[in-house]
């Protein structure tokens, strides 16, 4: 791989401190299906601390956890865990998953049924004499919030118990990487960010590489020192979560962010008293009313837009709560699936969409003069 | 009420459930998680003496603990005698006859133990055989009840591999269902009513028992 494609991120921690740069990896490994083919190809450095691994299912993100765990054998490549090598295909070493030191916290949680919280939870520490794992597992499940239920079974304890179980298993036996395969998907958000503050604080004494398998944007922006994003088997961006999915320099990303419409805008004035502020859109002259940000007049910004967010009307609306009323021309429909895709020219270009109904109702057609109806809510500000 | 042939089949039956349980686990473990490209053959092979009517299995047995075979020959030269028409060969030979009875509930059960979780035992650093003591086994337990109760029941009943391979000597090789056969000949139809009647309410009990046991809202006991 081209190390300039490399974002500078990443590079520069490398230089910061080799030590950081706790797992290596370069995997290759075929899929051959009757009718797909899928190839995992990656090259990635990661440093301590929480990494992200985002993508669409069928990414390849579980299959790399997989290869870092020995579960699953890449056909060629290697990987390196500091100064350990787990796997190199040119040398024949393949370091068995009983001896590779990675903590494992599956999508779902494969915690033993038949066995208590606290024989779970021991089960990966066995070998150590009787006290120490008492004691062990005493802290580990108090600093996880869950010393209360170590007599229960999994099977009586609530689904955020269980992931503070899983993750008290994992990281009990020490590990020197934690690999979690979207632990938390089924948690609300409350819950989520209790858990994940536990697992930063564990880490701040252990400083060891903490991989993320998510395909929910929310946990990338909510969780994330680093995010890679994966398609296909591939890399095809890495950074921080604002930088890649908030400044996309390929299309995949902005749509795998959400934000059909991203556009570069400046402030042009701040209304304090209202909680808004007003942008002007680069290269046009379509003004937007967005929520109030701390940015000052001049500054320079980005602001996303889901096409789904945006209203379109056909004749002048008035009346509307909504602050952003701009008038603009069809230039394309298509269809995809049961939703139409609008192509708007207002000075720019937005995507729109829309049902069905809405298209024949409003008689759309390309060349049609038209108004898009934006709340403010609806304008995402990001950092330039 | 034949009491001599009633506690030479327990004895078999016992015998061959607690070989079986010993034999069947190793042998479903291999069949459940082995990748071998011919392996269906062998399992083929196992489930063999579900369909082939016992007395070509018996006959078979029979000329293979016979006198004129290398096994045969070697077991006469070990003890002085040959294994046909013997208590040990009706053993070797019910082990044999029963072995799908054992192994498939084994390997269904073992089959039906999440992979995932016998990725999580391994990447917490438990050995294959820690994994199958710990987690497999314990996993797998209405299996395992309804494995060796079959073989029980399923020794206990049978017919014609005991007579090809054992014949009939009282005290050694007569089994309840020859005893049955023997007064039905003789028209000793209250005879065979009582021997018959007891080995129904055996079996019968038997799978009552396996079946309740394997009731899913009983899996744990019936408090909590």
């Known amino acids: ?384 | 009420m034949d009491w001599q042939s009633f506690w030479l089949t327990i004895r078999l039956a016992v015998l061959v459930a607690t070989v079986l349980a010993l034999l069947g686990l190793p042998i479903a473990y291999w069949i459940t998680y082995s990748r071998w490209r011919w392996k269906f053959i062998a399992e083929a092979v196992v489930a063999l003496p579900i369909v082939l009517p016992p007395k070509v299995l018996g006959f078979y047995i029979l000329i293979a603990l016979g006198p004129r075979s290398p096994l045969g020959r070697w077991w006469q030269s070990f003890t002085g005698h040959t294994l046909a028409f013997t208590f040990e060969g009706l053993v070797i030979g019910s082990i044999i006859y029963s072995l799908p009875f054992a192994v498939q509930p084994f390997a269904a059960s073992f089959a039906a133990v999440d992979q995932r979780l016998l990725a999580a035992s391994a990447t917490l650093g438990a050995s294959k055989l820690r994994t199958f003591l710990e987690l497999i086994l314990p996993l797998s337990l209405p299996g395992l009840v309804t494995g060796i109760a079959l073989s029980f029941a399923h020794t206990m009943g049978e017919f014609g591999v005991v007579l090809m391979v054992g014949g009939n000597i009282p005290g050694v090789t007569r089994t309840v269902s020859i005893d049955i056969y023997d007064k039905v000949q003789a028209f000793d139809y209250a005879g065979a009513n009582a021997t018959a009647l007891m080995l129904l309410v055996i079996s019968f009990t038997i799978l009552s028992l396996v079946y309740a046991l394997n009731r899913k809202v009983w899996a744990v006991w019936p408090f909590k």
């Not at chain 1, 991203?262 to 680069?282: P, Q, Y």
């Not at chain 1, 409003?362 to 995402?380: A, D, F, M, N």
Request: charge should be negative; glycine fraction near 6%; aromatic fraction near 4%.
């Open chain 1, 1 to 384: 791989m081209n190390v300039e494609t490399k974002p500078d991120v990443i590079v520069e921690e490398e230089r910061a401190s080799s030590v950081r740069c706790a797992l290596s990896l370069q995997l290759r490994k075929r899929f051959q299906t009757r009718d797909c083919s899928f190839e995992l190809n990656v090259d990635l450095e990661i440093p301590a601390g929480i990494t992200i691994l985002f993508g669409p299912s069928g990414a390849g993100k579980t299959t790399i956890l997989d290869c870092i765990a020995g579960l699953t054998t890449p056909e060629s490549g290697m990987l390196n865990l500091k100064e350990r090598v787990l796997f190199n295909g040119e040398k024949g070493i393949d370091v068995s998953p009983q001896n590779r030191r990675v903590g494992y916290v599956f999508q779902d949680l494969a915690l033993f049924p038949h066995l208590s919280v606290k024989k779970n939870v021991q089960y990966g520490i066995a070998s150590l004499p009787a006290s120490e794992r008492e004691e062990r597992s005493r802290q580990i499940l108090e600093s996880f919030h869950v010393a209360e239920l170590q007599q229960r079974k999994p099977s009586e304890i609530s689904g955020g118990e269980r992931q503070r179980v899983a993750l008290a298993r994992a990281l009990v036996t020490d590990p020197a990487v934690l690999l979690l395969d979207e632990p938390l998907a089924a948690l609300d958000a409350a819950i989520k960010s209790k858990i994940v503050d536990d697992l930063r604080a564990w880490n701040e004494s252990h400083q060891i590489p903490i991989l993320y398998v998510t395909h929910s944007r929310e946990e990338v922006f909510a969780l994330g020192e680093r995010v890679i994003v994966l398609q296909n088997g591939k890399v095809i961006a890495q950074g921080t979560p604002h930088e890649v999915m908030t400044a996309p320099r390929q299309e995949t990303i902005a749509v795998l962010a959400g934000f059909e419409n991203i556009f570069d805008a400046h402030v042009t004035a701040i209304h304090e008293d209202r909680g808004t502020m007003t942008c002007l859109i680069a290269g046009s002259n379509v003004q937007l009313e967005t929520p109030l940000v701390r940015a000052d007049v001049g500054s320079a910004l980005r602001v996303g837009i889901r096409a789904g967010d945006i209203l379109l009307a056909s004749i002048e609306p008035a009346g509307l709560s909504a602050r952003n009323v701009i008038p603009g021309r069809v230039i394309s429909l298509a269809q995809r699936d049961v939703i139409v895709v609008a192509k708007v020219n207002c000075g720019v270009e937005l995507e729109v969409h829309l049902t069905l109904a809405a298209r024949d109702s409003l008689q759309l057609q390309p060349g049609r003069e038209v108004w898009l109806v934006i709340k403010t809510h609806s304008c995402h500000l990001m950092a330039s």
